[in-house]
Protein backbone atom coordinates (compact mmCIF):
# COMPACT_ATOMS: atom_id res chain seq x y z
CA UNK A 1 0.00 0.00 0.00
CA UNK A 2 1.27 3.64 -0.42
CA UNK A 3 1.69 5.77 1.79
CA UNK A 4 -1.48 6.31 4.17
CA UNK A 5 -3.51 9.29 4.06
CA UNK A 6 -5.54 8.05 7.44
CA UNK A 7 -4.19 5.73 9.61
CA UNK A 8 -6.51 5.18 12.38
CA UNK A 9 -4.67 2.75 15.49
CA UNK A 10 -6.52 1.03 18.61
CA UNK A 11 -10.11 3.29 18.15
CA UNK A 12 -13.01 3.53 20.73
CA UNK A 13 -16.30 4.65 20.98
CA UNK A 14 -18.57 3.79 23.88
CA UNK A 15 -22.18 5.04 23.77
CA UNK A 16 -24.73 4.53 26.74
CA UNK A 17 -25.28 2.39 29.67
CA UNK A 18 -26.39 -1.16 29.63
CA UNK A 19 -26.33 -4.19 31.83
CA UNK A 20 -26.21 -4.98 35.38
CA UNK A 21 -23.36 -2.79 36.34
CA UNK A 22 -24.30 0.46 33.92
CA UNK A 23 -21.01 -0.08 31.48
CA UNK A 24 -21.29 2.22 28.19
CA UNK A 25 -21.84 0.02 24.98
CA UNK A 26 -18.74 0.02 22.85
CA UNK A 27 -19.83 0.85 18.99
CA UNK A 28 -16.68 0.82 17.95
CA UNK A 29 -13.88 -1.59 19.87
CA UNK A 30 -10.31 -1.04 19.54
CA UNK A 31 -10.49 -0.81 15.64
CA UNK A 32 -7.33 -0.31 13.43
CA UNK A 33 -6.95 0.56 10.10
CA UNK A 34 -5.10 2.98 6.98
CA UNK A 35 -6.02 4.11 3.52
CA UNK A 36 -3.42 4.81 1.04
CA UNK A 37 -2.85 8.13 -1.12
CA UNK A 38 -5.63 7.16 -4.46
CA UNK A 39 -6.58 3.86 -2.88
CA UNK A 40 -10.41 2.83 -2.24
CA UNK A 41 -10.94 1.04 0.58
CA UNK A 42 -14.44 -0.55 1.34
CA UNK A 43 -16.04 -0.65 4.95
CA UNK A 44 -18.65 -3.01 5.02
CA UNK A 45 -20.66 -4.80 7.81
CA UNK A 46 -24.28 -4.66 8.75
CA UNK A 47 -26.54 -2.29 9.78
CA UNK A 48 -25.22 -1.04 13.52
CA UNK A 49 -21.70 -2.75 13.11
CA UNK A 50 -20.21 0.65 13.83
CA UNK A 51 -19.47 1.64 10.27
CA UNK A 52 -20.78 5.11 10.20
CA UNK A 53 -18.69 5.84 14.12
CA UNK A 54 -15.36 4.90 12.48
CA UNK A 55 -15.74 7.23 9.88
CA UNK A 56 -16.89 10.06 11.84
CA UNK A 57 -14.05 9.29 14.20
CA UNK A 58 -11.66 9.63 11.84
CA UNK A 59 -13.03 12.36 10.79
CA UNK A 60 -12.89 14.17 13.86
CA UNK A 61 -16.76 14.56 14.32
CA UNK A 62 -16.72 12.64 17.05
CA UNK A 63 -14.54 11.94 20.22
CA UNK A 64 -12.53 9.22 20.28
CA UNK A 65 -12.70 7.65 24.30
CA UNK A 66 -9.44 5.62 23.26
CA UNK A 67 -6.61 5.61 20.39
CA UNK A 68 -5.00 8.10 17.45
CA UNK A 69 -5.80 9.25 14.41
CA UNK A 70 -3.23 9.89 11.84
CA UNK A 71 -3.77 12.81 8.51
CA UNK A 72 -1.20 13.11 6.10
CA UNK A 73 1.04 11.62 8.77
CA UNK A 74 -0.44 14.06 11.90
CA UNK A 75 -1.33 13.19 14.99
CA UNK A 76 -4.67 14.88 14.81
CA UNK A 77 -6.67 12.99 17.86
CA UNK A 78 -7.08 15.84 20.34
CA UNK A 79 -6.70 18.63 17.84
CA UNK A 80 -9.40 20.98 18.23
CA UNK A 81 -11.31 24.32 16.59
CA UNK A 82 -9.18 26.37 14.45
CA UNK A 83 -6.62 23.83 14.56
CA UNK A 84 -8.40 20.93 12.46
CA UNK A 85 -8.83 23.52 10.05
CA UNK A 86 -6.09 21.48 8.01
CA UNK A 87 -8.46 18.19 8.47
CA UNK A 88 -11.92 20.14 7.56
CA UNK A 89 -10.26 21.15 4.16
CA UNK A 90 -8.84 17.87 3.20
CA UNK A 91 -10.98 15.34 4.13
CA UNK A 92 -14.30 15.11 3.07
CA UNK A 93 -17.54 13.34 3.03
CA UNK A 94 -20.67 12.01 1.04
CA UNK A 95 -23.55 11.47 3.15
CA UNK A 96 -26.05 8.65 2.58
CA UNK A 97 -29.71 10.98 2.10
CA UNK A 98 -28.82 13.62 -0.54
CA UNK A 99 -31.67 14.96 0.11
CA UNK A 100 -31.06 16.08 3.69
CA UNK A 101 -27.22 16.64 3.01
CA UNK A 102 -28.40 19.82 1.02
CA UNK A 103 -29.99 23.15 1.85
CA UNK A 104 -33.17 23.04 0.51
CA UNK A 105 -33.36 27.22 0.64
CA UNK A 106 -29.72 27.31 -1.44
CA UNK A 107 -29.45 26.62 -5.24
CA UNK A 108 -27.36 24.08 -6.38
CA UNK A 109 -24.71 26.43 -7.41
CA UNK A 110 -24.93 27.89 -4.18
CA UNK A 111 -24.34 24.80 -2.38
CA UNK A 112 -21.21 23.96 -4.67
CA UNK A 113 -19.62 27.43 -3.64
CA UNK A 114 -20.20 27.02 0.01
CA UNK A 115 -17.08 25.84 0.83
CA UNK A 116 -15.34 27.63 -1.33
CA UNK A 117 -16.50 30.89 0.73
CA UNK A 118 -15.56 29.36 3.84
CA UNK A 119 -12.29 28.84 2.95
CA UNK A 120 -11.79 32.21 0.84
CA UNK A 121 -10.94 30.37 -2.28
CA UNK A 122 -11.42 31.79 -5.99
CA UNK A 123 -12.27 35.21 -5.48
CA UNK A 124 -15.99 35.86 -6.02
CA UNK A 125 -18.52 36.50 -8.50
CA UNK A 126 -17.70 35.37 -12.09
CA UNK A 127 -14.69 33.62 -11.07
CA UNK A 128 -16.11 31.61 -8.45
CA UNK A 129 -19.05 31.35 -10.54
CA UNK A 130 -17.06 29.45 -13.16
CA UNK A 131 -15.21 26.99 -10.83
CA UNK A 132 -18.64 26.06 -9.81
CA UNK A 133 -19.56 24.78 -13.05
CA UNK A 134 -16.82 23.22 -13.68
CA UNK A 135 -17.18 21.35 -10.63
CA UNK A 136 -20.61 20.43 -11.74
CA UNK A 137 -19.67 19.73 -15.24
CA UNK A 138 -16.89 17.80 -13.77
CA UNK A 139 -19.95 14.96 -11.86
CA UNK A 140 -22.22 14.99 -14.56
CA UNK A 141 -24.43 18.38 -14.31
CA UNK A 142 -25.33 21.13 -17.13
CA UNK A 143 -24.39 24.43 -16.51
CA UNK A 144 -28.24 24.98 -16.23
CA UNK A 145 -28.64 23.41 -13.41
CA UNK A 146 -26.57 26.16 -11.46
CA UNK A 147 -29.98 28.23 -10.42
CA UNK A 148 -32.05 25.30 -9.22
CA UNK A 149 -32.62 23.71 -5.90
CA UNK A 150 -32.57 20.65 -4.67
CA UNK A 151 -36.45 19.64 -4.92
CA UNK A 152 -35.91 19.99 -8.65
CA UNK A 153 -33.34 17.30 -9.22
CA UNK A 154 -33.64 13.49 -8.84
CA UNK A 155 -31.90 11.52 -5.84
CA UNK A 156 -29.00 10.81 -8.65
CA UNK A 157 -28.49 14.26 -9.15
CA UNK A 158 -28.80 15.79 -5.52
CA UNK A 159 -25.99 13.20 -4.75
CA UNK A 160 -24.16 14.27 -7.77
CA UNK A 161 -24.36 18.22 -6.06
CA UNK A 162 -23.54 16.54 -2.65
CA UNK A 163 -20.16 14.96 -4.25
CA UNK A 164 -19.18 18.49 -6.40
CA UNK A 165 -19.33 19.64 -3.00
CA UNK A 166 -17.03 17.65 -1.25
CA UNK A 167 -14.47 17.51 -4.17
CA UNK A 168 -14.18 20.99 -4.27
CA UNK A 169 -11.39 22.02 -1.99
CA UNK A 170 -9.85 19.42 -3.93
CA UNK A 171 -8.98 17.08 -0.73
CA UNK A 172 -6.87 13.83 -0.53
CA UNK A 173 -9.57 11.57 1.12
CA UNK A 174 -13.52 11.15 0.25
CA UNK A 175 -15.76 9.20 2.73
CA UNK A 176 -18.78 8.25 1.24
CA UNK A 177 -21.22 6.65 3.77
CA UNK A 178 -23.75 4.58 2.13
CA UNK A 179 -23.73 6.78 -1.12
CA UNK A 180 -26.16 4.92 -2.68
CA UNK A 181 -28.63 3.24 -0.65
CA UNK A 182 -31.24 5.54 -0.69
CA UNK A 183 -30.77 5.52 -4.73
CA UNK A 184 -32.77 3.62 -7.24
CA UNK A 185 -30.66 0.44 -8.29
CA UNK A 186 -30.23 2.15 -12.02
CA UNK A 187 -28.54 4.74 -10.93
CA UNK A 188 -26.02 3.05 -8.26
CA UNK A 189 -23.91 2.46 -10.70
CA UNK A 190 -23.73 5.82 -11.92
CA UNK A 191 -22.90 7.06 -8.61
CA UNK A 192 -20.16 4.32 -7.85
CA UNK A 193 -18.21 5.06 -11.39
CA UNK A 194 -18.47 9.15 -10.92
CA UNK A 195 -16.50 8.16 -7.11
CA UNK A 196 -13.95 5.69 -9.06
CA UNK A 197 -13.26 8.08 -12.30
CA UNK A 198 -12.39 10.74 -9.68
CA UNK A 199 -10.55 8.63 -7.34
CA UNK A 200 -8.39 7.60 -10.22
CA UNK A 201 -8.48 11.28 -11.88
CA UNK A 202 -7.32 13.25 -8.81
CA UNK A 203 -5.91 10.35 -7.02
CA UNK A 204 -8.30 10.98 -4.07
CA UNK A 205 -7.89 8.65 -1.52
CA UNK A 206 -11.85 7.03 -0.88
CA UNK A 207 -13.53 4.94 1.87
CA UNK A 208 -16.26 3.87 0.34
CA UNK A 209 -19.05 2.75 3.53
CA UNK A 210 -21.99 0.13 2.39
CA UNK A 211 -24.04 -2.72 4.16
CA UNK A 212 -23.75 -4.46 0.44
CA UNK A 213 -20.78 -5.71 -0.43
CA UNK A 214 -21.89 -6.29 -4.33
CA UNK A 215 -21.75 -2.12 -3.86
CA UNK A 216 -18.07 -1.62 -3.50
CA UNK A 217 -17.56 -4.62 -5.12
CA UNK A 218 -15.85 -2.91 -8.46
CA UNK A 219 -14.93 0.20 -6.75
CA UNK A 220 -12.43 -0.54 -3.97
CA UNK A 221 -9.13 -2.35 -4.06
CA UNK A 222 -8.93 -3.83 -0.69
CA UNK A 223 -12.49 -4.48 1.62
CA UNK A 224 -12.46 -4.07 5.53
CA UNK A 225 -15.29 -5.97 7.34
CA UNK A 226 -16.65 -5.21 10.36
CA UNK A 227 -18.93 -6.93 13.15
CA UNK A 228 -19.92 -5.68 16.46
CA UNK A 229 -17.72 -2.78 16.27
CA UNK A 230 -14.65 -4.96 15.57
CA UNK A 231 -12.20 -5.17 11.99
CA UNK A 232 -13.00 -9.37 11.47
CA UNK A 233 -11.27 -9.41 8.34
CA UNK A 234 -9.76 -7.42 5.54
CA UNK A 235 -8.18 -8.18 2.28
CA UNK A 236 -7.71 -7.27 -0.93
CA UNK A 237 -11.01 -6.81 -2.57
CA UNK A 238 -10.37 -9.80 -5.40
CA UNK A 239 -9.19 -12.17 -2.46
CA UNK A 240 -11.67 -11.69 -0.57
CA UNK A 241 -14.74 -12.15 -2.96
CA UNK A 242 -12.69 -15.13 -4.12
CA UNK A 243 -11.88 -17.17 -1.02
CA UNK A 244 -13.89 -15.11 2.35
CA UNK A 245 -12.73 -16.29 5.41
CA UNK A 246 -14.52 -15.05 8.13
CA UNK A 247 -18.75 -15.89 8.84
CA UNK A 248 -19.70 -12.26 9.00
CA UNK A 249 -17.88 -11.98 5.11
CA UNK A 250 -19.59 -14.91 4.03
CA UNK A 251 -22.90 -14.10 5.59
CA UNK A 252 -22.65 -10.60 3.55
CA UNK A 253 -21.77 -12.18 0.43
CA UNK A 254 -24.72 -14.66 0.45
CA UNK A 255 -27.24 -11.68 1.14
CA UNK A 256 -25.76 -9.64 -1.77
CA UNK A 257 -26.47 -12.50 -3.94
CA UNK A 258 -29.75 -12.59 -2.14
CA UNK A 259 -30.84 -9.00 -2.42
CA UNK A 260 -29.67 -9.46 -6.41
CA UNK A 261 -32.26 -11.95 -7.02
CA UNK A 262 -29.71 -14.92 -6.93
CA UNK A 263 -29.62 -18.11 -4.88
CA UNK A 264 -27.50 -17.94 -2.07
CA UNK A 265 -24.40 -20.15 -3.37
CA UNK A 266 -21.90 -21.17 -0.62
CA UNK A 267 -18.88 -18.73 -0.59
CA UNK A 268 -15.68 -19.94 -2.01
CA UNK A 269 -14.13 -21.27 1.27
CA UNK A 270 -17.07 -21.11 3.00
CA UNK A 271 -15.88 -24.22 4.66
CA UNK A 272 -12.53 -22.48 6.30
CA UNK A 273 -13.35 -21.70 10.29
CA UNK A 274 -13.81 -18.00 10.87
CA UNK A 275 -10.56 -15.93 11.51
Do not use: W
Not at 171 to 191: G, R, Y
Amino acid sequence: MSEPVLEVRGLVKRFGRHGLHGRPIPAVDGLSLSVGRGEALGLVGESGCGKTTTARLALRLLEPDAGTVHFEGADVTRLAGRRLRPLRRRAQVVFQDPESALNPRRTAGAIVAEPLAIHGLHGRGAQRRRVVLELMERVGLAREHHDRFPHQFSGGERQRIAIARAIALEPSLLVADEPVSALDASVQAQILNLLNDLRRDSGLALVLISHDLAVVRHVCDRVAVMEAGRLVEVAPAADLYAHPRHAQTRALLDAARTLRGRPAQPAAGSSSSGS
